[in-house]
């Protein structure tokens, strides 16, 4: 099967829905972002400065192996803790790779919503935004977030997360599912 980049080139129709691809984002930087920090230890302001010299290094076992039925526990446990510090790293430097002009203020939003967790109302005050504005710029910065995330977790070797674009259901797709029926 193609990944995602192949499927770009070789369908120009390949379509994303921006709102289920920016609540898809919004859920992943609410709940999984603030899970991966609290896995690997970090708080927000560590994260401007997590580089592959700041990871943990492992505490193992000199034999390699614990009193427990022969399975380092500690081995495992420092394997989730470096993913969720690379998963952390990755978000960051997708935020931060977000555009930010006036006309596209995405990795300010970004920054604000999600590294400095201030409140929508707050934000789109301090940008000068009225609600509808604001919320259509917050909806594009997300979108966008899920574009350079793409690169971020190659770049820190987490490439197996789940893609957080949603794609549109292509007419051809809906027209079969008449009445809830779905052609096979």
Not at 53 to 81: C, Q
Not at 84 to 100: F, G, L, P, V
Not at 142 to 149: G, P
Request: charged letters at 30%.
């Amino acid at each position: 099967m193609a990944d995602r980049a192949e499927q770009m080139t070789l369908d120009d129709n390949l379509e994303v829905d921006s709102k289920a691809t920016a609540n898809n984002v919004r859920n992943f930087l609410t709940f999984k972002f603030e899970h991966f920090q609290n896995y690997a230890g970090l708080n927000v302001s560590d994260l401007s400065v997590v580089d592959d010299s700041h990871l943990s290094s492992p505490k193992m076992d000199a034999s390699g192996v614990s009193s427990h039925g022969g399975i380092n526990h500690t081995e495992s446990s420092f394997n989730r803790i470096m993913e969720a510090e690379q998963a952390c790293k990755a978000i960051y430097k997708s935020i931060k790779n977000c555009r930010n002009n006036s006309r596209q203020p995405y990795q300010d939003i970004l920054t604000k919503a999600y590294l400095e967790n201030e409140d929508d109302y707050k934000i789109q005050s301090e940008l000068g935004y009225g609600e509808s504005q604001y919320f259509i710029k917050k909806r594009q910065a997300l979108c966008e977030f899920a574009d350079r995330f793409e690169k971020w977790k190659r770049e820190c070797d987490i490439a197996y997360f789940d893609d957080l674009h949603v794609p549109k259901k292509r007419k051809s797709e809906l027209n079969r599912r008449i009445g809830g029926v779905q052609a096979e």
